[in-house]
């Protein structure tokens, strides 16, 4: 198993059907054209870029940074705001991190493996990033649905539209 570091992870948080996947590469990647394919699909964003994560009773949860509720920055639109293009479902407060999806150049040297991120494993699954976005997006709604049926109460846990919010929340 791989540890990363907890402080930040460059990485776009996207929530399908429940279960939160980041989806982490260099710069200039594609993650958030492929997030924008998956709004077009029904999914939602959670965060474009460095989402605040954290542990709670051994599940890795992770929310926006104030200020980047339902923004997401496109290379060929600029900053724009989910909510605005597909409704105010298109943006979560918070979800459930079940995996992490690494856009990649060439295919990887080592397989698929799990990762730590702050003391919770998740499953992580290499995209090969030259192949089409329509492939990409299959690729993601599949192995999200994969993923739920591993852990199906992942469904129950804490999904919060940004449009609500609790006490505590800030």
């Not at 003391?119 to 709604?141: K, N, Y």
Request: hydrophobic share 40%.
């Amino acid at each position: 198993m791989q540890l990363l570091p907890d402080d930040q992870i460059h990485a776009t948080l996207v929530a399908l059907w429940g279960a939160g996947l980041l989806l982490t590469g260099p710069s200039g990647s594609g993650k958030s054209s492929l997030a924008w394919g998956l709004l077009q699909r029904g999914h939602a964003l959670v965060v474009d870029d460095s989402p605040c994560l954290f542990p709670r009773n051994g599940r890795l949860y992770g929310q926006y940074r104030a200020g980047f509720e339902g923004l997401i920055h496109l290379p060929d639109r600029g900053l724009c705001d989910v909510r605005r293009y597909f409704g105010p479902a298109a943006s979560l407060r918070r979800v459930r991190v079940l995996g992490l999806a690494a856009l990649q150049d060439a295919p990887p040297l080592a397989p698929d493996q799990r990762l730590c991120l702050h003391g919770v494993a998740l499953e992580r699954r290499h995209l090969a990033r030259d192949q089409g976005l329509a492939q990409l997006i299959e690729q993601v709604e599949s192995w999200a649905r994969t993923l739920i049926e591993i852990e199906p109460q992942a469904l129950g846990s804490i999904i919060a539209p940004s449009s609500t919010r609790g006490a505590g929340d800030s």
